[in-house]
């Protein structure tokens, strides 16, 4: 099946881990099921139905937008295996783009907590037996 020549890849060739390919397993066979409801194979993918797919994931399933962000990496990096095995002549994944995550700020330490951290006195923790 091309669910499973496609994990091997992400293990054999990408050495990915064996949780990423687990979920990238899953993503493509939830693109395949959706695929399936519009008559077209995973060789018959026009950008169109790409978007659709993109649409769904956002407004039917409601999911968060790293869950998004995941399953789109997963069917490009399934186009480009498929391309790579010479499966189709085109990625019709060369337009789809991922949505942005948010970039957490760090938080900051307040004044007083770092006047705390620089009144400490120097400690060495390296001491030679």
Do not use: W
């Not at 493509?28 to 995973?42: P, V």
């Not at 069917?75 to 085109?90: A, H, R, S, T």
């Not at 700020?105 to 307040?110: A, F, N, T």
């Amino acid at each position: 099946m091309l669910i499973d020549e496609f994990k091997n890849h992400l293990t054999f060739e990408r050495q990915l881990s064996p949780n990423t390919i687990d979920s990238y397993g899953r993503d493509i066979k939830q693109f395949a099921d959706f695929c399936t409801r519009f008559n077209k194979g995973l060789a018959d993918v026009s950008p169109e139905l790409l978007d659709n797919f993109v649409y769904s994931l956002k407004t039917e399933r409601t999911l968060a937008p790293a869950s998004v962000f995941r399953k789109i990496e997963a069917v490009k990096c399934f186009y480009k295996f498929m391309l790579i095995e010479g499966l189709i002549k085109e990625d019709p994944t060369k337009f789809l783009y991922s949505p942005r995550l948010i970039q957490k700020v760090p938080s900051q330490l307040s004044q007083e907590d770092m006047e705390k951290l620089l009144s400490f006195p120097p400690t060495n923790f390296c001491k030679s037996p």
